[in-house]
């Protein structure tokens, strides 16, 4: 069984750029969540997709947006980069909504 | 607003020298409490999930353990391979996103 995957590993961008960061869920889940890791800080949310809908989010700006498949993978867009937007970005999946997340190995991306 | 406290930040233990982790929480109707491990620059890895007061879980080395304010996670003969960082996270029930909410994490440093 394949566990969730993200691309690209590393990244790097400089200010006012755009970026897309891709997932691919684990085999039968069809739950989605993002979060932004800070050095040194714990996961933050930043929105979860079910059946392709936006399901909730956090307290990110709306230059956060992202989109999920009929096959239930999923981007994250973020626009008008800024240079707190360096972290690594996690994408979690779930068999149902409120099931146990598991994660990919996350996406570092570096703002300049 | 859902809270997670973790402590103390980091610990140094001696290989076989056991200890806890705490983590302490505020949540309106808690539906599960998770620990993950995460290595450097990777994604979290699960490890439990506990879901009422009283409730206990164990693999290899590691318990954990849930009342109504907080979490412990016992770690019994440390072993080098054990250094990481520990990440508690809670979900709310009817949150309907069903959303994490994590703390910054314990890093774990096991020496030979």
């Known amino acids: 069984e394949t566990g969730v995957t993200q691309s690209p590993t590393h990244l790097i961008k400089t200010r006012g750029q755009q970026v897309t960061l891709r997932c691919s869920s684990q085999s039968g889940h069809n739950t989605v969540s993002w979060y932004q890791q800070a050095l040194g800080q714990g996961p933050q949310f930043i929105f979860q997709y079910y059946r392709e809908e936006e399901n909730g989010r956090g307290n990110f700006p709306p230059r956060f947006s992202g989109l999920q498949f009929p096959n239930y993978s999923s981007e994250l867009n973020v626009n008008a980069l800024e240079l707190d937007d360096s972290a690594l970005y996690l994408c979690?999946?779930?068999?149902?909504?409120?099931?146990?997340?598991?994660f990919g190995p996350g996406t570092r991306l570096t703002v300049l | 607003e859902d809270q997670v406290t973790q402590s103390p930040e980091a610990l140094r233990l001696q290989e076989g020298e056991s200890s806890s982790l705490n983590c302490s929480y505020t949540v309106s109707g808690l539906r599960g409490l998770f620990w993950y491990r995460q290595d450097p620059g990777k994604g979290p890895e699960f490890l439990f999930t506990?879901?009422?007061a009283g409730e206990e879980k164990e693999k290899e080395r590691l318990k954990a353990t849930l009342t109504k304010k907080e979490s412990f996670l016992h770690i019994t003969a440390p072993k080098p391979e054990d250094s990481a960082t520990y990440l508690c996270?809670?979900?709310?029930?009817?949150?309907?996103?069903?959303?994490?909410?994590f703390g910054k994490g314990t890093k774990l440093s096991v020496i030979p």
């Open positions: 979690a999946s779930s068999l149902e909504v409120a099931d146990t997340q598991y």
């Open positions: 506990l879901y009422s």
């Open positions: 996270a809670v979900q709310a029930d009817g949150a309907g996103s069903y959303q994490l909410t």
